[in-house]
DNA sequence: TTGAAAGCGCTAACAA
DNA sequence: TTGTTAGCGCTTTCAA
């Protein structure tokens, strides 16, 4: 079954020495520029490398260092809303095909996931990254790892571990904060399911952020699904029971779209008499929505750089536990400007 | 800088050896189910390595054997959009977790690219996958790749390649039919800008579709952008100079979801007056469209499952050259129901 | 300044 | 049935 020695066409170090006249081990420190070579002879080796596009074997490499300069990056979120930032963050962070990161999708099964582990570190990546898909705690990795291992966005239920999450309750406060910098008093909030932990989160951000503004909530907080039909539901039941509400803080940026629509269509005006913040700044949402939805971003970008940056740091001078948090960051379009002149 | 020997503390094949009290080579049979080992010994050598935990390095394996059971994917497309569903389908064909994929996302930027082919080439990965962005054909990879490379999506624009692409005009086709199946006969086209390849493919397909049902269209194909606001505006021109449209087909679901707020807003009933059907079937935004849309899905993963069973199948047999192409498929929700009982 | 040789973890011939 | 050895492609001592 396996051929040994089914060397491809490609150029080896050895023919790089034979065409430059030399030995291996020289070729070896002319092209990496070590040990004491004259001058000429470096040159000499590097343009036989050239001549033959010799690009070195990092399997070899690894094998001798142990050490692979690749990570496995887990995914669990299927259609990647949140995962691919946190991926773009980490190539960020791993240095543009310095280190190269095995993606995994494991569609959130716990067997496919055991699967990609074992897989990963047969291969011996020097760490994972598990990229969650909900603010929730998530149980750690099954198999236990003899590699770092950092969890992004979705946090690791067990403590010793090492997490970077988003303050999702910090950003709630932004969007409030941002809703009463900008005139509004009476603002209510409206969000996905009940028990859910962005939610409650969010929620938590709004009563500290009012109370600290020394405003009432409008109610309390709407609780239902991340959908656009909830928010048109919630915008129609909120003006009726508060005709005085003038600013809705949303879940996310779903639930601000079915809000901005229910309120245009029960005759309130965005932003003249309702402002409107959502989250997530998913930019296919709030750009398309209407008006341009002001939005709290995740920032899961961030979020997958500072978990490249543990990582690396992991591998390099050992583990850093405990859990990390990134703020997020307020994107202001229309839907918050302010209602007439009061800034 | 490079220090040797760097064995962490996983257990090699050597400990389970020791543990087992047999050779290397012994234990390497027993591990793999080779040579003739007594029965006995076989599972001694399976518990030590089970006790230590023992997982053999996929590393020296590739050194040895030359392959490495790990291909690229390289992605351009930066939301993902369009990669993700590709990944997934490679993922399929690669045999979740058998061979691996290194992820590689270069922003659309050629210098960025190439350094990801040397280092996919470096990792000595056994073929490349590139999943393009957009219907229209990309330069092939700068490098020239020692090993195969499968364009998906956008195919590559030397023909010699191996592609795979979405039949996008087939789609077009499939869209109308339904159209047309369903009883309606009035049947615009509006679209994204003029020259786009998905548009020209497109618009190639609804006239072919028309023609073969006898009919005429309605007006030129409207071209304009990928937005809402676009497949709005269109809605509202559209009914002023065709007051007879029962049909809009749209060449993306953000335009139909534009053109199905824009119908609604000049008083026509979405599906009573006016059928609608997109394309792209985005969950996001066909499942929230008012009503949800029926749309064309252009079978990304499928593409994806191909690439990567190409991809196997040339670094297996060698190359298969040529432009594979895989059907749309028609997702059918209430946008385009019958109009009346004519079916 | 250069070459020769050992060894990274493992498999597969060959020897015992 | 088991052990020994060479070697995959490279880096790095150490000797020349």
Redesign the interface.
């Known amino acids: 079954m396996?051929?040994?020695?089914?060397?491809?066409?490609?150029a080896g170090i050895a023919d790089v020495a034979r065409l430059a006249g030399v030995s291996i081990g020289t070729a070896s420190k002319a092209l990496n520029d070590r040990g004491q070579l004259r001058e000429e002879t470096r040159a000499r080796v590097q343009a036989a490398a050239e001549q033959l596009?010799f690009?070195?074997?990092?399997?070899?490499?690894?094998?001798?260092?142990?050490?692979?300069f690749?990570v496995g990056?887990i995914m669990t979120d299927?259609?990647?809303r949140f995962s691919?930032p946190v991926?773009?963050g980490a190539?960020d962070a791993l240095g543009?095909?310095?280190t190269?990161?095995?993606?995994?999708?494991t569609r959130d099964d716990p067997i496919?996931e055991q699967?990609?582990v074992?897989?990963?570190?047969?291969?011996?990546v020097d760490g994972i990254i598990v990229a969650g898909r909900r603010a929730e705690a998530r149980p750690p990795l099954i198999t236990?790892a003899?590699v770092p291992v950092v969890y992004a966005f979705a946090r690791s239920a067990d403590e010793g571990d090492c997490s970077v999450v988003t303050d999702e309750e910090g950003g709630a406060v932004l969007a409030i904060e941002h809703l009463v910098r900008t005139g509004r008093r009476r603002i209510a909030h409206v969000t996905g399911p009940h028990g859910h932990a962005s939610a409650i989160a969010r929620v938590a951000g709004v009563s500290r952020a009012l109370r600290a503004a020394g405003l009432e909530p409008v109610g309390d907080p709407w609780y239902g699904g991340w959908?656009?039909?909830w928010g048109r539901f919630a915008a129609a039941a909120l003006t009726r029971e508060h005709p005085d509400v003038d600013a809705v803080f949303c879940g996310s940026d779903?639930i601000a779209?079915?809000v901005a629509d229910g309120l245009r269509e029960s005759g309130r005006r965005v932003p003249e008499d309702v402002a409107l913040v959502g989250v997530d700044n998913w930019?296919?949402?709030a750009e398309?929505c209407r008006p341009p939805l002001t939005s709290v971003d995740l920032n899961l970008r961030e979020v997958g750089r500072q978990a490249g940056r543990l990582l690396l740091q992991a591998i390099e001078n050992g583990h850093t536990p405990g859990v990390h948090s990134v703020d997020c960051q307020l994107v202001v379009r229309s839907s918050s400007a302010p209602a007439s002149g009061r800034t």
Do not use: M, N, Q
């Not at 690009?55 to 692979?68: D, F, H, N, Q, Y």
């Not at 897989?119 to 011996?124: A, N």
């Open positions: 396996l051929v040994p020695g089914k060397t491809s066409g490609r596009g690009i070195p074997s990092s399997v070899a490499t690894s094998l001798l260092t142990g050490r692979t690749t990056l299927h259609h990647g691919l991926l773009h190539e543009w095909a310095e190269l990161a095995f993606v995994c999708d496919r699967h990609y074992r897989s990963l570190l047969g291969r011996r236990r003899p959908s656009e039909v779903t779209r079915g930019a296919p949402i398309e």
